[in-house]
């Protein structure tokens, strides 16, 4: 195996501390120099910003991180290749993929994937991020991804960080409610393959959705929002998740939802 990776080339490896916070600094090895400055002072802000955002979620568990890596491919046949020589299957529809058996985020940076590398990246890193603090429990399909699109749309300057809307999958989502073709209720009971199913066939259908579930909940109350995140995981309902912690329940939310999104 050591032979192998060499071959594609290890290009970063990101040494997270145990229980990461946000004021401790995450430094990118990176000796081929294969990222630019801004690159590289974007992801070590995404880490330490990412591993914030999910201790808030699981205050009361701090996970002990081992080295996780983040294995970056040029070449997008090497990038299947790689993925093949650790018995991974291949994305269809994206040109990363992280790894939770093996704490590996794999991302390719072929020049057709240029634009949105570092979305690509941040996206990864989120499902990393969830998955480590959540071990075996269960995610709900539609909060991985919501998660993921909604911190891949972070902006990071060297004073703040803030968030860039996606007007793309709002747009979708308005078309969606104005079609009268949206079904949260459905939608929520999706398994993770019925997600990527659905969403592919329908134009982001599910990406979309998802992401503006998460926005919505961020922009009205994070504190609930945090509280909401952390009770998805595990083995209740999305439903009954949010008859408890949102305010008339889930029906209550639906209305909301399409209300807010439907102006």
Known sequence: MKNSKSAFGIL???LSCAGVLAQEEVRIQDPGNHLSKKEKRTFERAISYEAAFYNRIFSDKKISFSDVKLTIIHNHID???????LGQAVPKNSPGVYLPSIRELIVCSDKKFKKGFTKITCHELSHAFLHLHSGDKN???WLNEGLAVYLQEMMFDRKKVKHRINNHYIARVKTLIEL???NLSELIAWNYQKFSTE????EGYGYATGYCMTLFLMQRDEDSAIAIFRNLVGERTTVEVFDEFYAGGFGQFEKDFTEYFGK
């Open 12 to 14: 970063l490896l990101l």
């Open 139 to 141: 995610i709900p399909a």
């Open 180 to 182: 009268k073709d949206l």
């Open 199 to 202: 969403s592919f066939a329908m």
């Open 79 to 85: 990038f299947v290749l790689y993925l093949r020589s």
